[in-house]
């Protein structure tokens, strides 16, 4: 099983739609979770912690499912400037950690 | 000041050439990556600097060569590579390497292997 999954989409969908990401993780003592944005040719930008009680930032909402080990990314009133790749991201903290990165979904966003 | 800066971002070389890529950042971030990034894959870690010594190597060639003069500065030396290693080169900072947070990664540079 991958460290981390996501569907690698292209996710195509109109402006002003709403569209959700989803992310599974194996390591079930994993203590921290990210969604990255990256553009293309571009390096990947932190749009967002993720934490159990779920958190929101304007339009986008994160998720966190411990017990089932996933995560999941909402965006609500997608913009043309929302068409990125999304990089789903676990920091699995056993002492000298580095980040795991999934494979990333693409987003594209049309008028 | 909130950045990693990369320099340069972009770079052609031939095989036998040699040319270092370069990092800084002023964070007072004690945990330094070299990340490689080819297109529609994420970004793959090769190397990983602790409070300026190396602790992780990913098993990357020794045409690849760290270097951290110091805790703000991080260097790739490349020599002898081949046309596979065209990528984006990515370099990442956080405040340590047991830090549960996120990175700050550079814009890259782009590599050209001819």
């Known amino acids: 099983r991958k460290e981390v999954e996501q569907d690698p989409g292209p996710f195509n969908v109109p402006e002003g739609a709403t569209v959700a990401f989803n992310c599974t993780y194996s390591?079930?003592?994993?203590?921290?979770f990210f969604w990255y944005r990256q553009d293309c040719r571009k390096e990947p930008k932190l749009l967002m912690s993720?934490?159990?009680s779920g958190n929101e930032d304007g339009r986008f909402t994160a998720q966190l499912n411990r017990a089932s080990q996933y995560i999941s990314l909402l965006i609500r009133d997608s913009k043309l400037s929302d068409s990125a790749t999304y990089l789903c991201v676990v920091n699995p903290y056993s002492g000298y950690s580095t980040l795991t990165f999934g494979k990333g979904t693409m987003l594209l966003v049309s008028p | 000041d909130t950045e990693v800066t990369q320099t340069p971002k972009h770079l052609v070389m031939g095989m036998t050439n040699k040319k270092s890529l370069k990092c800084e950042q002023h964070m007072g971030h004690r945990a330094m990556y070299w990340y490689k990034q080819k297109a529609k894959k994420p970004p793959e870690l090769m190397f990983v600097?602790?409070?300026?010594?190396?602790?992780i190597n990913e098993s990357v060639p020794s045409r690849f060569s760290p270097e951290c003069p110091n805790s703000s500065l991080l260097n790739l030396h490349l020599h002898a590579l081949q046309p596979e290693d065209s990528a984006l080169y990515l370099c990442?900072?956080?405040?340590?390497?047991?830090?549960?947070?996120?990175?700050?990664f550079g814009s890259g540079t782009r590599l050209t292997v001819v």
């Open positions: 600097y602790s409070y300026e010594k190396l602790s």
């Open positions: 990442a900072s956080s405040q340590g390497t047991g830090w549960v947070g996120g990175y700050t």
């Open positions: 993720v934490y159990s």
């Open positions: 390591n079930s003592a994993s203590q921290s």
